[in-house]
């Protein structure tokens, strides 16, 4: 398996010499960009739904504990300590996942149809299919990749633009000092309203 | 076209009287762009003269009553849903309150408000019932919790948000349990609880007392389920047979948690809500079938001879497992008193910062002369000092 970083970065190249060869002027090829566009849309769309349906399937009831870092941007002091299921750890990230689908749909849609840029539509097309296959929950379910190494849950946070700046890792702790530690700290009965 | 027809309106007194809903209309027309049907006039395309020679059952035919219809047909549908989603809240909890009286009624005297009614209704969502008079139990409250299906805005609009944004959860239909023990039936404080897997994360989330606990995994349970305890003791000597044998694989799709706890729900925020008071939670979802609600039956009974056993010290667990307990309150206890100190420091402080301002402001009020009167006798002050502290070194 090739990096996906550079894979993406290759994809975008020729996608963009296509692209300079298309005349998205012209009505016809702009229709095929959409239906391109929706369609991939569509089977990245289902292509998650397919590995919901084997994760309830599985249900995988195993026990799963870790502590998520405090999010010192949503107002977060203290860790969060995490006691969840496989199957239920799964189906969030499966769920994230059709979520940003939806929204870069939605960003999209507001791109192409209120701006009229029809270049990033074309762009766009193949890579979320693309990062669909490559994401962590469709290897484990679809290809059946065992969950360690890379794949061990939970999975690490993608290297995004606030790493750098950030300092330390944001990433989730499994050791047993730390989970006993936050697990009992008394850090829950936020009101219900 | 609406200051065309209001011209109209004003030669003629009567039609000015429907002005209003006039508007109304000509913006529907506006928007549907249809005009009323062909061939038909519309009300306003008649002449006062032709007006006035109809009766007045032949004017109400030319009207055009569409959007009276429109908004007649909407009232009636919502409130016919209203009334659906409501039945469908009160069949649940009936049989809900109904199907567990067997466990109930033999075990209290009281099961229900009053001798004649089982529960209250205080909204569409909201139910509550009661049980008293048994032995080593004080209490039992309780309350149901449902989704707002008699709302189907709020219904739809919740669960479309949930499927979306991960900040918005939808209602769970939900009954919860508190049973308080009599004041006689005294017996140690301690945390522990049967978990169902499903949506475990989250029961801690908004627990205080399940989150102070360790999450274990056990052979005794159901697959489904969990421990979460203050001790390996707590957990195994609450686990009776007769708990064992009613609990099953299945109950956890409508068990949320069986709770012993001396902490509140809560986070306390004062030292005051630290004070132990021992209850038993018990939250459940609705089960679907007989089965499931006998079974639920059988589980209640458990916890009840289970507090029994608490209280005529059949159950007692060891010192050891009880010292941790305290020193888990004392930690949280101390976390709080901390907090409350820095709050106080703070206060304290901010406290000063006003007094020196005042000060200021005091000294700047004042005439220039006295100003530098005052500037020389602190300066005189320092000098004192820095003398003084000269003449300790020297």
């Known amino acids: 398996m090739m990096n996906p970083v550079v894979t993406n970065l290759v994809l975008m190249l020729v996608m963009m010499q296509v692209s300079r060869r298309l005349d998205m002027e012209n009505p016809d090829v702009l229709l095929y960009i959409r239906i391109g566009y929706l369609a991939c849309q569509a089977v990245a769309v289902a292509i998650y739904l397919i590995t919901r349906l084997k994760i309830t399937q599985k249900n995988d009831l195993t026990t799963l504990k870790y502590v998520e870092p405090a999010n010192p941007l949503s107002g977060e002091a203290e860790a969060k300590p995490v006691v969840t299921t496989v199957k239920e750890y799964d189906l969030k990230q499966v769920n994230q996942q059709i979520r940003s689908v939806f929204t870069s749909l939605a960003m999209m849609g507001f791109m192409h149809l209120y701006m009229k840029y029809s270049n990033p539509l074309f762009m766009q097309s193949i890579s979320s299919v693309k990062s669909a296959l490559e994401s962590n929950i469709v290897k484990i379910h679809l290809f059946g990749t065992p969950a360690s190494g890379d794949l061990k849950r939970p999975f690490k946070a993608a290297p995004g633009l606030l790493a750098g700046f950030g300092g330390g890792s944001q990433d989730a702790k499994t050791d047993k000092q730390s989970v006993e530690n936050a697990e009992v700290s008394g850090v829950g009965g936020i009101k219900e309203d | ?394």
């Not at chain 2, 449902?146 to 009954?175: C, G, K, Y």
């Not at chain 2, 020389?376 to 300790?392: A, F, G």
């Open chain 2, 1 to 394: 076209m609406i200051i065309v027809s209001s011209t109209k309106i004003s030669i003629s007194k009567d039609i000015s009287n429907n002005m209003g809903s006039n508007i109304i209309q000509q913006a529907l027309l506006l928007i549907s762009k249809t005009p009323s049907k062909e061939g038909a006039k519309g009300y306003y395309q008649y002449t006062l003269e032709e007006l006035k020679s109809f009766t007045l059952w032949e004017r109400i035919k030319i009207n055009d009553w569409r959007l009276e219809f429109i908004t007649l047909t909407f009232t009636i549908a919502f409130v016919f849903l209203f009334k659906l989603g409501d039945w469908y809240n009160v069949r649940l909890v009936s049989t809900y309150v109904k199907s567990l009286s067997e466990s109930f009624s033999k075990n209290f005297f009281l099961y229900g408000v009053s001798q004649d009614q089982l529960y209250i209704k205080d909204s569409s969502v909201n139910f509550s019932s009661y049980a008293s008079g048994r032995s080593n139990i004080a209490k039992v409250n309780i309350s149901f919790k449902l989704q707002p299906r008699h709302n189907v805005f709020i219904w739809v609009m919740e669960n479309l948000f949930a499927m979306f944004s991960e900040t918005v959860e939808p209602t769970e239909d939900r009954v919860d349990f508190a049973i308080t023990p009599s004041y006689e039936g005294d017996y140690d404080n301690f945390i522990s609880a049967i978990v169902s897997k499903l949506g475990m994360n989250s029961y801690r989330r908004y627990n205080y007392f399940l989150s102070l606990t360790k999450t274990t995994d056990s052979d005794k349970l159901p697959e489904s389920f969990v421990f979460m305890s203050e001790g390996h003791e707590f957990q195994e000597k609450t686990y009776t047979d007769k708990l064992a044998n009613a609990l099953n694989n299945e109950a956890s799709s409508y068990i949320r948690y069986i709770a012993f706890t001396d902490q509140p729900i809560e986070r306390p925020e004062k030292v005051r809500e630290c004070e132990p008071h021992r209850r038993i939670f018990i939250s459940t979802h609705f089960p679907s079938n007989k089965d499931q609600y006998e079974s639920l039956n059988n589980i209640l009974d458990a916890i009840f001879s289970l507090v029994d056993d608490l209280s005529s010290k059949k159950i007692t667990f060891k010192p050891e497992a009880l010292k941790k307990v305290v020193k888990t309150r004392e930690n949280e206890i101390s976390k709080l008193t901390k907090a409350e100190e820095e709050l106080k420091q703070e206060k304290i402080a901010e406290e000063k910062a006003k007094l020196k301002k005042q000060e200021r402001d005091r000294i700047r009020s004042l005439s220039k002369a006295e100003q530098l009167k005052l500037e020389k006798k602190e300066l005189e002050k320092k000098q004192r000092k820095t003398q003084r502290k000269q003449k300790m070194r020297a």
